[in-house]
């Protein structure tokens, strides 16, 4: 009954390699986020998609892309991986109205090689 | 910089003490608060939430949070942890919208 599913949990892809990393939910929620989360960090918000509308945040590198072709399911491109983009990546939902609280995946963790 | 602070990033405690993490944040006027815990290998998951009303908040497994707006804290209690509280507990804010911004975490462990 998981809610929010993130593939793969583990990811390994080589530097400048493109690399896409799913997320699906189940909640029929319209916010989807997309976090990078790295050792002894705060989980950082890198966008998020209020429906359709793509929501950047502006210290985000272009190296980073999404993509939402429908409610369930949401994307993150890295188009030229480095070294210091090895991170666990989360993916959150949350409804636009009412309670705020987000909803989490297990998150997929990249390493580059 | 507006943030959120949480000021001890390990805490070591024995079965049965008590516990407070603090959590202070930087952003004025209304504010939405929570606690995410996230247990070894596990996902993020809701702890418990503030958003109006009564300032002591109470979540699942005993945890506690009380809202002082004067001090801009939201800091977790729970009188008497356990072994399986274990875990990484992250506090975060969200202004405007639905947009969360979290906490280093504090890593708890609790020794059995």
């Known amino acids: 009954d998981a809610m929010v599913i993130q593939n793969p949990r583990y990811q390994v892809t080589q530097f400048g390699k493109p690399v896409t990393l799913s997320c699906s939910q189940t909640?029929?929620?319209?916010?989807m986020y997309w976090y990078q989360q790295k050792s002894s960090q705060a989980p950082k918000l890198l966008f998020h998609?209020?429906?359709?509308?793509?929501?950047n945040e502006a210290d985000t590198p272009d190296n980073f892309q999404s993509r939402r072709p429908n409610t369930s399911f949401c994307f993150l491109d890295i188009r030229s991986p480095g070294l210091g983009d090895a991170a666990m990546y989360l993916c959150?939902?949350?409804?636009?109205?009412?309670?705020?609280?987000?909803?989490f995946g297990q998150g997929t963790r990249l390493t580059v090689v | 910089a507006q943030s959120v602070s949480q000021h001890n990033h390990h805490v070591i405690l024995s079965e049965a003490a008590s516990l407070e993490l603090g959590c202070n944040y930087s952003?004025?006027?209304?504010?939405?608060l929570f606690w995410y815990v996230q247990y070894p290998g596990q996902h993020l998951q809701l702890l418990l939430k503030?958003?109006?009303?009564?300032?002591l908040v109470k979540g699942i497994k005993g945890f506690e949070a009380e809202f002082i707006k004067s001090k801009f804290s939201f800091n977790l209690r729970k009188p008497s942890v356990q072994w399986s509280d274990t875990a990484e507990y992250f506090c975060?804010?969200?202004?405007?919208?639905?947009?969360?911004?979290f906490g280093a975490g504090t890593i708890l462990r609790v020794k059995s």
């Open positions: 959150a939902t949350s409804r636009a109205n009412g309670a705020p609280e987000a909803f």
């Open positions: 909640l029929n929620h319209n916010v």
């Open positions: 998609y209020y429906d359709k509308d793509f929501n």
């Open positions: 952003y004025g006027g209304t504010v939405n």
């Open positions: 503030y958003f109006s009303g009564d300032p």
């Open positions: 975060a804010v969200s202004r405007y919208g639905n947009k969360l911004v």
